[in-house]
């Protein structure tokens, strides 16, 4: 028996780049794609606004557990079933991470091995 279809995603809110030096790639795209700086965590998360997302660069410890390259992250109203889901559909959930006031992201490999994470924003006032 399969679990419940799930809402879809609310839009892509990120597509990131799992970077060993995160600091050294945003002086590239910063100079040579030209991209805005929306915010960043020292030298750990660089975060650009382009168009309606973001495309930002993670360090390793930032970064998906086992990513490399490309990670998208879509932005979800609630975890409701999702491992479930995830497994059922050949998936694999790699784990989930609190973010504090950010919110909390799922990992998930799809069945090719691409790492994908969903994102639940904090609600507000949350601490």
Not at 67 to 95: C, K, N, P, T
Request: net charge negative; hydrophobic share 45%.
């Amino acid at each position: 028996m399969s679990a419940a279809q799930p809402a879809a995603p609310r839009r892509l809110q990120n597509v990131y780049v799992a970077a060993k030096q995160p600091r050294q790639l945003h002086a590239f795209y910063a100079s040579a794609l030209g991209l805005p700086l929306k915010f960043n965590d020292g030298d750990r998360w660089f975060q650009y606004g382009v168009g309606n997302t973001n495309v930002s660069l993670a360090c390793l410890e930032e970064a998906a557990p086992a990513a490399s390259g490309l990670v998208m992250v879509f932005e979800v109203d609630d975890f409701d079933g999702a491992q479930e889901r995830i497994a059922d559909a050949g998936g694999e959930v790699l784990g989930m991470r609190d973010m504090g006031d950010h919110g909390m992201v799922l990992s998930l490999r799809d069945p090719e091995g691409n790492i994908v994470q969903l994102f639940r924003r904090s609600p507000p006032g949350a601490t």
